[in-house]
């Protein structure tokens, strides 16, 4: 089990992921503009990295360091990518991170996930700060972040490296005090 419980939004569920979302998986994170906008997803993506990808969360999941979310339209199960938080359970703290098939952009879909899952961290979790990344000039992670409340918080220049190409990461965060985040 990659998620302690399902979450339900106005049009998704949030669940557990599952053996059987291995094929959408592969079909959606493999594709190479999912890839171009994630630090972790590999291209090609492969069904040993999307088995890889669940043993791992399954690991993290149950040593209380990550809940993964498949993002599922409601009603029905159409998966449509994936939402998580990388917790470190010493600070109360998490990353949020997320990615959305190709065909399920622009949709709202990336913004509506990762709202739930930021207040599942906060109201279920008790977590008191989570923050997210994206890579500087992906505005439409940037738009997600600013809609869900998130504050910019700065560059990280040339912090990663992805396709042998250094990565500058704009910084996201938000704390459980709602009047800390007006600071």
Not at 14 to 42: F, H, K, Y
Not at 111 to 134: N, P, S, W, Y
Request: glycine share 8%; aromatic share 8%; with cysteine.
């Amino acid at each position: 089990m990659t998620a302690p419980q399902e979450l339900r939004t106005a049009r998704l569920l949030l669940r557990s992921l599952e053996r059987a979302d291995i094929p959408d998986l592969v079909r959606l994170a493999g594709e190479r503009d999912v890839a171009a906008t994630t630090l972790n997803i590999a291209h090609p993506y492969t069904i040993l990295d999307a088995e890889s990808f669940l043993a791992h969360a399954n690991t993290e999941a149950a040593a209380g360091r990550s809940a993964i979310f498949a993002i599922c339209i409601y009603p029905g199960d159409e998966l449509c990518g994936t939402v998580g938080l990388t917790i470190a359970p010493a600070s109360r703290r998490a990353e949020l991170g997320y990615w959305i098939g190709v065909p399920y952009w622009g949709r709202g879909f990336a913004t509506e996930a990762a709202g739930a899952v930021l207040q599942f961290g906060f109201e279920a979790l008790g977590l008191r700060k989570i923050h997210a990344t994206h890579f500087a000039g992906n505005i439409a992670s940037q738009r997600v972040l600013e809609k869900i409340g998130m504050r910019h918080e700065g560059c990280f220049r040339a912090h990663a490296v992805k396709w042998d190409q250094e990565i500058d990461l704009e910084n996201y965060g938000m704390l459980a005090c709602e009047s800390c985040n007006k600071k």
